[in-house]
């Protein structure tokens, strides 16, 4: 596989970032409870230095709920402070603001020693494309300041949002990484739409996102109809076990074309579609053992 997707105004949203920090107080970073690792941009550690961080687990309501619980002790374990939130529908958002007071308990302090009483804290809201970023923003503030959007790179230039007298957040357009070692990445990141589909062929990426639900949760192709999953055979890959069920979905679905082909393109486009929209049940694919 071979995915390109770091465009020139990722560059610059780095150096832009890296320039932002000394004018922040925290970093608050989003990521997507489906997958954690993959979402995660490997890079904000190493811009971010030594500012205190919070990890946001977001949508979380389409996420399995245990694995949510165990990705939390897990980001806790490694020093991380964590909140759970379906900015979506706004769940969790509400804790946001003291979260994010208690995270900067001792500095606030500070401040109001040297008599800077009153000081809103400034936040850095970071993020790949299309975990749900201007979203959480909005949801935050209680209003329309962040451009938000289905597709990657909606967000351009960074915009600062008043939530109210103690919190001002930056938000950050979404930055991805030059390139990544590991093939599940990708696939992870496109079918969660982070990147655009453009870049990868749709019927290759909905024949692995079968597979992956043929293996794991079975009981989501019932929204296809398909009762019985078909087997997997001896040496069978991911992609050809993947078209088998594209196949045997478009047929139940009805999806052809002219001639009476099945139509595995259109199937392909469906699932990732509903896939996307939580239409096909909760799932995590990642786990912190991964």
């Given at each position: 596989?071979?995915?390109?997707?770091?465009?020139?105004?990722?560059?610059?949203?780095?150096?832009?970032?890296?320039?932002?920090?000394?004018?922040?107080?925290?970093?608050?970073?989003?990521?997507?409870?489906?997958?954690?690792?993959?979402?995660?941009?490997?890079?904000?550690?190493a811009i971010c230095g030594g500012k205190?961080?919070?990890?946001?687990?977001?949508?979380?309501?389409?996420?399995?709920?245990?694995?949510?619980?165990?990705?939390?002790?897990?980001?806790?374990?490694q020093g991380f402070s964590v909140l759970?939130?379906?900015?979506?529908?706004?769940?969790?958002?509400?804790?946001?603001?003291?979260?994010?007071?208690?995270?900067?308990?001792?500095?606030?302090?500070?401040?109001?020693?040297?008599?800077?009483?009153?000081?809103?804290?400034?936040?850095?809201?970071?993020?790949?494309?299309?975990?749900?970023?201007?979203?959480?923003?909005?949801?935050?503030?209680?209003?329309?300041?962040?451009?938000?959007?289905?597709?990657?790179?909606?967000?351009?230039?960074?915009?600062?949002?008043?939530?109210?007298?103690?919190?001002?957040?930056?938000?950050?357009?979404?930055?991805?990484?030059?390139?990544?070692?590991?093939?599940?990445?990708?696939?992870?990141?496109?079918?969660?739409?982070?990147?655009?589909?453009?870049?990868?062929?749709?019927?290759?990426?909905?024949?692995?996102?079968?597979?992956?639900?043929?293996?794991?949760?079975?009981?989501?192709?019932?929204?296809?109809?398909?009762?019985?999953?078909?087997?997997?055979?001896?040496?069978?890959?991911?992609?050809?076990?993947?078209?088998?069920?594209?196949?045997?979905?478009a047929g139940k679905r009805g999806m052809?074309?002219?001639?009476?082909?099945?139509?595995?393109?259109?199937?392909?486009?469906?699932?990732?579609?509903?896939?996307?929209?939580?239409?096909?049940?909760?799932?995590?694919?990642?786990?912190?053992?991964?």
């Amino acid at each position: 596989m071979n995915i390109q997707w770091y465009p020139g105004h990722m560059t610059k949203t780095r150096r832009q970032m890296e320039a932002d920090l000394k004018l922040v107080d925290i970093v608050v970073e989003i990521i997507d409870a489906r997958i954690p690792v993959s979402s995660r941009n490997p890079d904000i550690d190493a811009i971010c230095g030594g500012k205190p961080r919070l990890i946001v687990l977001n949508r979380v309501d389409q996420a399995d709920p245990a694995m949510s619980r165990e990705w939390t002790a897990w980001f806790k374990g490694q020093g991380f402070s964590v909140l759970e939130t379906d900015s979506k529908s706004g769940g969790g958002v509400g804790q946001f603001s003291a979260v994010v007071q208690g995270v900067l308990r001792d500095q606030i302090a500070k401040w109001r020693e040297k008599g800077q009483v009153g000081r809103p804290v400034r936040a850095m809201v970071v993020g790949i494309p299309n975990v749900g970023k201007s979203t959480f923003i909005n949801k935050t503030a209680k209003k329309k300041s962040a451009k938000a959007g289905d597709r990657p790179g909606v967000t351009r230039g960074k915009q600062w949002v008043n939530v109210d007298a103690t919190l001002d957040l930056l938000d950050t357009p979404g930055i991805l990484w030059p390139k990544f070692e590991d093939e599940t990445t990708g696939l992870h990141l496109a079918f969660t739409g982070a990147v655009k589909d453009e870049i990868m062929d749709v019927e290759t990426l909905g024949c692995h996102l079968m597979a992956l639900l043929g293996e794991r949760y079975p009981q989501a192709l019932g929204a296809y109809k398909l009762t019985e999953v078909p087997a997997r055979e001896a040496g069978e890959n991911d992609v050809a076990w993947g078209y088998r069920l594209l196949q045997a979905c478009a047929g139940k679905r009805g999806m052809k074309i002219s001639g009476g082909e099945l139509d595995t393109e259109r199937m392909a486009r469906v699932l990732l579609d509903e896939y996307r929209g939580g239409k096909l049940g909760r799932f995590t694919l990642e786990t912190p053992k991964a």
